[in-house]
């Protein structure tokens, strides 16, 4: 089994869903830049995370937020219609979410300790 690592940024806000079965079902989108100058592109990945763990990071989940995201590809391939062009996009079952940043939050009162950091040095 393949294990894929990426780091990039939310295209846009987690969507949950239910399974039949119950369980609770967490996508989004992360855009992995690859290349440099003019040959620089974004790949993105469909990312599906399950369960408890999966509902209980979605509302940190938002477009623009950076993440790493560890778990198992898969690549889906299909036929366009239309003009026969051949498509594919990775999908990654999410196993492990890193944010580097947080949720936004603007209505938040700073938490303590956070506050202007000339009031914290003591000289």
């Known amino acids: 089994m393949s294990t894929l690592v990426c780091t990039g940024r939310i295209g846009s806000d987690a969507e949950t869903a239910t399974l039949q079965s119950g369980t609770a079902v967490v996508s989004w989108s992360v855009a992995d830049q690859q290349g440099w100058g003019d040959k620089k592109h974004t790949l993105w990945i469909k990312c599906a995370m399950f369960g408890d763990r999966a509902t209980k990071v979605a509302p940190y989940l938002t477009k623009g937020t950076l993440v790493e995201v560890v778990g198992t590809p898969n690549v889906e391939a299909w ?37 202007k950091m000339d009031d914290d040095i003591p000289f």
């Open 79 to 115: 036929v366009k219609k239309g003009d026969g062009t051949a498509q594919a996009q990775i999908k990654l079952t999410v196993q492990e979410v890193k944010l580097h940043g947080g949720k936004p939050d603007s209505d938040a009162a700073p938490r303590k300790g956070r506050g």
